[in-house]
Structures are given as C-alpha cells and as structure tokens.
T-cell receptor, first 114, second 110 residues
Framework: DAGVIQSPRHEVTEMGQEVTLRCKPI?????LFWYRQTMMRGLELLIY????????DSGMPEDRFSAKMPNASFSTLKIQPSEPRDSAVYFC????????????FGQGTRLTVV | GENVEQHPSTLSVQEGDSAVIKCTYS??????FPWYKQELGKRPQLIID?????GEKKDQRIAVTLNKTAKHFSLHITETQPEDSAVYFC?????????FGAGTILRVKS
C-alpha cells in the first residue's frame, strides 16, 4: 500500500483564489482526518470523517474552509477565498478504526498564499 | 476543554544520554496516548503508543509511561543517537479525536 496520498505537495496561490487540497486514504481505513500545521499553533485538527460522514468540524477555522468526502477513497479540503494567514502545511491522515488507533499521515501539502 | 500540554519545547542532549519529554492532558476520560516523530519536511510517524489499561510500554530504546491519576505521560529515549533528532509530538484521545501537544524539538549532539 502506498499509504495516504495527498496532492499537490506544494501550492502557491494568490490571496483571494480558491485552493483545493486532495487526499486518498489508505484502502480499508474508515476514518479520515484533516490537520493543519503551523509554527504558532502546532498540529490542529480541522475536521474528521467516519465512513465518509463528517463527524466533527469544530476545528474548521472559518466558513472559508470546507471539506468533503464523496466516497471512501477520496476527500478534499477547500479554501475559498484564500488568505495569507492560511499558509501552512495541511496533513491528511487515516486510521482503520474510529478511535484509539494509529493515525497514518500523508506527506502533507505545503500551502503558501501570497 | 481539550488540552494537551507538552514540555520542554526544545531539548538538547549529548549522544548516548537519555531524553525525557512530558505531557499532561485535561480529560480523565482520555484512554489512548500515541507519540509521533516528525523529521524535517516529513510527515509525523507513530513511534509508540499506550492505552489507559497499561502503565508502561517499552520498544527497544523507547519507553512511555502513563500516570492516569495525575493525567500525565512521558516519553523516554535512552542511548540517544543523532538520528533521534526530530520534533516529537504527544497526543491524547478526546472522544473520537486526537489532540496533539505543541511538540518538542529534540537535538542530539554528537
């Protein structure tokens, strides 16, 4: 298994543009998590899904952020419109069970909004 | 609230010495405590985890201890090597999600 796959690896965009980050979880994993990592805030959980259903989106910072999981093998995190303070590394992670098991992280997407 | 405190924020040790990183958590109902290692520019990867029915767990040079009464847990690395240099994150389960500590930058000097 190739692990959790994220794309793109790097994204540079101008303020105000829409950004879409993509994630393919490990096959068979039924939980998916989106994290944001910055120096100031560390690793923040933005949203997580179980069996494609969003369970908790309390970590989503603003309405500009949205996430979807249309099927078990694909999820997107969208920022519209993007702002410079959204610059961060965004990680997707998946796990084989709903709780109390290891979360496997993707390589991350480094987003820079200028 | 859901909070995990991690100390120290940076730690520098001499090769061969031991390193200890400590975390506290806020919810007595938390029952899963993983530790992740993140090398520069890479993803966090699990190195060891412990569940609340166990007080200590060891894997070669790495050990984790858990004190549920005090709500704290620690990572111990013995005989440190330069390749142990990385950022280490603790985490605790809050219901169905993991909340991470702020991270510890470990530097092993050779």
């Amino acid at each position: 298994d190739a692990g959790v796959i994220q794309s793109p690896r790097h994204e540079v965009t101008e303020m105000g543009q829409e950004v879409t980050l993509r994630c393919k979880p490990i096959s068979g994993h039924n939980s998916l998590f989106w994290y944001r990592q910055t120096m100031m805030r560390g690793l923040e959980l933005l949203i997580y899904f179980n069996n494609n259903v969003p369970i908790d989106d309390s970590g989503m910072p603003e309405d500009r952020f949205s996430a979807k999981m249309p099927n078990a093998s694909f999820s997107t995190l969208k920022i519209q419109p993007s702002e410079p303070r959204d610059s961060a590394v965004y990680f997707c992670a998946s796990s084989p069970a709903f709780k109390n098991t290891e979360a496997f992280f993707g390589q991350g997407t480094r987003l820079t909004v200028v | 609230g859901e909070n995990v405190e991690q100390h120290p924020s940076t730690l520098s040790v001499q090769e061969g010495d031991s390193a200890v990183i400590k975390c506290t958590y806020s919810d007595s109902a938390s029952n899963y405590f993983p530790w992740y290692k993140q090398e520069l520019g890479k993803r966090p990867q699990l190195i060891i985890d412990i569940r609340s029915n166990v007080g200590e767990k060891k894997d070669q040079r790495i050990a984790v201890t858990l004190n549920k009464t005090a709500k704290h847990f620690s990572l111990h690395i013995t005989e440190t090597q330069p390749e142990d240099s990385a950022v280490y994150f603790c985490a605790a389960s809050f219901g169905n999600k993991l909340v991470f500590g702020a991270g510890t930058i470990l530097r092993v000097k050779s």
